[in-house]
């Protein structure tokens, strides 16, 4: 039985389709969709080109570097090859979903959010009596756009260097670059919860010793951390991000030794 993946025609310009990634453009040209039921399902777009070329990129059968680039149309998928790998490793045990609401995409370098700001006496949900008017909730564009900034890093590798390499070792070196990546983009979302992104929504800060934290300033304590977790109400706190010495200094307080302190 022929497929349409071994018939598909591969170049560069793939790459440069407006609104699309390659990815997004394999699919289009051959939709996984095609192949329920087949031996072939399960896979992606990409990971049937992959097949077609017979390039292996892990296990103990991996194949060399070299073998993407023996025709021109299977070096095309060479980039994508090393974007999926890097985005492995960007996502790899990352916690920045963890504190993420939503991701929005799009095209600019300046970002405009949207906010609803209401007050306590405003969030309540009121009684509406017959032909009284409806308690509004407003939602507006934020006053400051939000700066983006780009972060790179170029891979520089001669041929000779590489094209020996077994792709699953070459993969290792590829998923470290991605995992740095993502520690950039965990301090930038970091310093957004800290600091705000320009529009006067800063997070609030407390010190041990001042009200409402109780204890002695410069000294953690687990009542500390209760009083803490108090200010969070009605909202739960469910992810802490600390540096390495408190998450040790945490873990030294007696309390999170007992494991009876989850239970209770």
Not at 150 to 165: C, D, H, N, S, T
């Amino acid at each position: 039985m022929a497929y349409h993946y071994e018939n598909l025609k591969l170049e560069k310009g793939m790459y440069s389709q407006s609104g699309r990634s390659f990815a997004q453009t394999l699919e289009a040209l051959d939709p996984s969709e095609n192949y329920k039921g087949t031996s072939l399902e399960g896979l992606d777009a990409f990971q049937r080109q992959l097949k077609r070329f017979d390039i292996k990129v892990k296990g103990a059968g991996s194949d060399r570097v070299e073998k993407f680039f023996w025709s021109t149309e299977s070096a095309v998928l060479f980039p994508e090859f090393v974007s999926r790998v890097v985005r492995q490793g960007m996502e790899e045990e990352s916690i920045l979903p963890d504190i993420t609401a939503t991701v929005t995409n799009f095209d600019g370098m300046d970002y405009r959010s949207i906010a609803s700001t209401p007050t306590e006496e405003e969030k309540k949900l009121k009684r509406v009596e017959e032909g009284a008017q409806i308690p509004q909730t407003t939602i507006h564009t934020q006053e400051n756009l939000v700066r983006l900034h780009k972060r790179g890093r170029m891979l520089v590798a001669p041929y000779e260097a590489i094209r020996f390499q077994r792709l699953d070792l070459f993969a290792v070196t590829l998923r470290q670059i991605g995992a740095y990546m993502g520690r950039m983009h965990l301090e930038d979302a970091v310093k957004v919860l800290k600091d705000g992104d320009g529009n006067n929504n800063a997070a609030k800060v407390y010190e041990v010793g001042s009200n409402p934290i109780g204890g002695s300033k410069g000294t953690l304590s687990y009542d500390a951390l209760l009083d803490f977790w108090a200010q969070f109400d009605p909202y739960t706190m469910n992810t802490m991000l600390v540096s390495n010495d408190m998450m040790l200094a945490m873990l030294k307080l007696s309390e999170f030794q007992n494991p009876n302190t989850g239970l209770n």
